[in-house]
């Protein structure tokens, strides 16, 4: 059944370059995050609003970051907007992709977890003498990351897994891209993309275990 | 500036992929909630014994799908199994259903209120009554919301398959730009084909979680 010889030595030789990758997508995961809650952040607030515009665009986004698959959201920004003379490189392409899909995700928790921050804070808030933004700033928004911390968390992680998608469109400095890098060069797959599973495991559990750590230091009161 | 060269059989290739993006969704779909309600009960009614079983399907939920499917299609050839690309893609998405539904069988479990539990069986049900009987049906309540999620996000990993070679929905939009060279149209019409499903699917749940409620 087993007339296979594995190669592990190989594999290990490409650990090196294997860790660099790991460590592009990393940043990538965590630059999609904060912009992510940046704009979850805008298109909450734009949805609460009373702008009928700005309430159908966040609604529209919304809705179709978390309809459409993930990977159809970068296929649609690399191939798609060339149809206009943007050629974006696949990096941007799949950065944007997850941030878009991201900040979906992200505006749905954050809308549940305004509704969790009671009323009478802001209007405490407001009744001291801050102005509706200083208020939102200094009282609501702190207390609604609080509430959607672990979301937040969930969300990284997931953030980690769909940069995997960069290699469809062509990335090949990432974690998957690299490893398909040496794939391709040595047909070692399996344990090339054993190495990869292994290290992204171990990314997501630091991310768990560090969110873990934060929220400990952070929310001890 | 408005005529196209997407012509109807092209329209019929994309629905071809649609039903196989579909096909894959119901029978990972199936397979995993068969074995995530198993997982499921034994994670919650027996949370010591089960903790290995939670640490293997923790391994599902942190690699990246696409890792998964190039590496159960290595394994494959590794064990000279002679399967086809699409039963690969049912046990990997099987696989990744069972570790979400477990922990969502799992938390619905939980839910139930233990003296609710020592009620039944203190009226003469035995264990295996109550938990068909009492625990199962109020278990299902709780956690059919968290398995329609699951549904419309396993539809929409599907469209990872394509990188084992399987034509489905995505991959079949990818075919036809590569022959007509207009992809903001084709992929525009893929993915409203997305979202209608995820819509129907989103709207049927909702309506049957309304009903359950009713009942209640």
């Known amino acids: ?221 | 500036m408005f005529n196209t060269s997407f012509t109807w059989n092209d329209m019929l290739f994309l629905l071809d992929g649609t039903k196989v993006t579909i096909l894959l969704t119901l029978v990972s779909m199936l397979i995993g909630t068969v074995i995530g309600v198993a997982c499921g009960l034994f994670r919650a009614l027996l949370p010591r014994a089960s903790i290995p079983l939670a640490w293997l399907l923790d391994v599902f939920r942190s690699v990246p799908l696409l890792i998964q499917f190039v590496l159960f299609n290595a394994l494959k050839s590794i064990a000279g199994l002679n399967w086809s690309a699409f039963s690969v893609a049912c046990v990997v998405l099987g696989l990744y259903v069972t570790a979400y539904c477990t922990e969502i069988v799992r938390s619905g479990v939980l839910s139930v209120p233990m003296s609710l539990r020592r009620a039944s069986r203190s009226l003469g049900l035995t264990y295996w009554q109550d938990i068909r009987r009492i625990v199962m049906p109020m278990a299902a309540r709780v956690a059919f919301p968290g398995w329609v999620n699951l549904l419309l996000s396993v539809m929409k990993d599907t469209a990872l398959v394509m990188w084992i070679g399987i034509v489905e929905l995505l991959r079949a939009s990818q075919t036809i730009v590569t022959r007509i060279q207009e992809p903001l149209l084709v992929l525009c019409i893929a993915g409203a084909i997305y979202y209608v499903m995820s819509l129907v699917v989103a709207r049927l749940g909702a309506r049957l979680e309304a009903r359950w409620q009713e009942n209640d």
């Not at chain 1, 294997?18 to 298109?43: K, Q, Y």
């Open chain 1, 1 to 221: 059944m087993f007339d296979y010889n594995f190669h592990w030595r190989a594999a290990f030789k490409a650990l090196p370059d294997m860790l660099d990758g790991a460590l592009v997508t990393f940043e990538t995961a965590a630059l999609s995050m904060i912009l992510g809650v940046l704009i979850a952040l805008c298109l909450t607030f734009m949805r609460m609003g009373k702008q009928p515009i700005l309430r159908g665009f966040a609604a529209a986004w919304i809705s179709i970051a978390r309809n459409t698959p993930s990977l159809f959201q970068v296929y649609i920004l690399y191939f798609g907007l060339g149809s206009f003379g943007l050629h974006i490189s696949s990096w941007a392409a799949l950065l944007a992709g997850i941030t878009i899909n991201n900040a979906g995700y992200l505006a749905e928790n954050f809308r549940g977890g305004l509704k969790a921050v009671p009323d009478t804070q802001l209007r405490a808030a407001r009744s001291l003498g801050m102005s509706a933004p200083k208020a939102y700033r200094l009282i609501v928004i702190p207390q609604l990351l609080r509430i959607v911390f672990y979301p937040l968390t969930n969300q990284m992680v997931w953030a980690v897994l769909m940069t995997s998608m960069g290699v469809v469109v062509g990335l090949n400095n990432d974690l998957t891209g690299v490893t398909q890098d040496w794939n391709v060069k040595t047909f070692r797959t399996f344990e090339f993309f054993a190495i990869a599973a292994v290290l992204y495991y171990l990314i997501a559990k630091a991310i768990v275990g560090l969110a873990r750590l934060l929220s400990w230091r952070l929310f001890r009161y």
